[in-house]
């Protein structure tokens, strides 16, 4: 038992009121950690448990820069995309709330991101009683929560049969936004991304095109970090650009890369706001 476990019920003040006007809020939330963050806002970041280091870059990244804003950063505290968005918000110095399918003498699946959560000033909720074991059905009500407690759902990576998509069909439910970045059609850990875009998700290429939704106008990020570190793996290719617009197919010779493999690095220059794209598969430098 944690001795400094908060219970709060909906009729409580610091109840989060954007959980109260989903279908069937939870009546109690059992509290660890900073429970004065519950009413702030906040924006959920989920996606794949395997996911691509691609997938990774872009949850801690977003979730950083997004939690600088003041917005809560809320996932599921799984493994992959969950936990990468977790850290984001807490190398931001942002908050982060994981919410849990089981009680707290039942963690699952990461102590450490667990205790490095509550040592940051975050908070894990559950509406579960200390003791209650882990069973699969809590884990899609864990994901009522999450949609719940948001604004709005950034989904990273989804495979064609993923968890997320339930977390998706819940924010739909409740009138919530649903974020998506694009990914290769062959991309496996894209395929429920796009679909999601097909159907109703807002398209997104930088962190900006969420808090422009939210009217948050006076942005605070490190332009240095966010826009002009560019990985090691993707330096060749971004070098070619500049100016000029150059397509894919010239990068592709001049490296000597599958056009696959270079439509893969100039989607990720382009969410890094490294480069922009042009219609006709043309690409220029960004310019800062």
């Keep these: 038992m944690y001795l400094n476990m908060k219970i709060i019920s909906i009729e409580n003040e610091l109840y989060p009121e954007q959980l109260k006007h989903i279908k069937k809020p939870p009546q109690t939330l059992y509290v660890l950690g900073n429970e004065k963050i519950l009413n702030n806002k906040s924006l959920s970041i989920i996606g794949s448990r395997n996911a691509t280091n ?3 870059e872009i949850a801690r990244k977003f979730a950083k820069n997004i939690a600088k804003q003041g917005i809560n950063i809320v996932s599921g505290m ?64 864990r994901n009522r929560i999450v949609a719940g407690l948001s604004l709005g759902t950034f989904i990273v990576e989804a495979k064609e049969k993923s968890g997320t998509s339930i977390t998706a069909e819940y924010a739909r439910q409740f009138e919530r936004k649903i974020f998506c970045i694009p990914h ?12 999601l875009l097909k159907r109703d998700a807002i398209l997104i290429t930088d962190v900006f095109d969420i808090l422009n939704h939210y009217e948050i106008s006076e942005i605070d990020y490190d332009k ?9 793996q993707y330096q060749e290719c971004y070098n070619l650009i500049g100016t000029e617009a150059i397509s894919a197919n010239e990068i592709s010779k001049i ?34």
């Design 54 to 56: 691609y997938g990774r």
């Design 184 to 195: 290769l059609i062959e991309d496996k850990h894209g395929i429920g991304t796009n679909r």
């Design 78 to 141: 799984a493994k992959g995309i969950d936990s990468e968005a977790h850290l984001g918000a807490i190398e931001a110095g942002g908050n982060t709330i994981a919410v849990l399918g089981s009680g707290f003498n039942h963690i699952f699946p990461d102590k450490k991101i667990f205790q490095k959560i509550l040592d940051n000033n975050g908070a894990i909720i559950t509406e579960y009683k200390p003791d209650t074991e882990i069973f699969p059905d809590g884990f899609r009500k």
């Design 255 to 288: 490296t000597n890369k599958s056009i696959s493999e270079i439509n893969t690095i100039l989607t990720m220059l382009e969410l890094e706001g490294a480069i922009k794209s042009l219609p006709g598969n043309l690409f220029i430098r960004a310019i800062n």
């Design 224 to 232: 240095e970090n966010y826009e002009i570190q560019i990985p090691k």
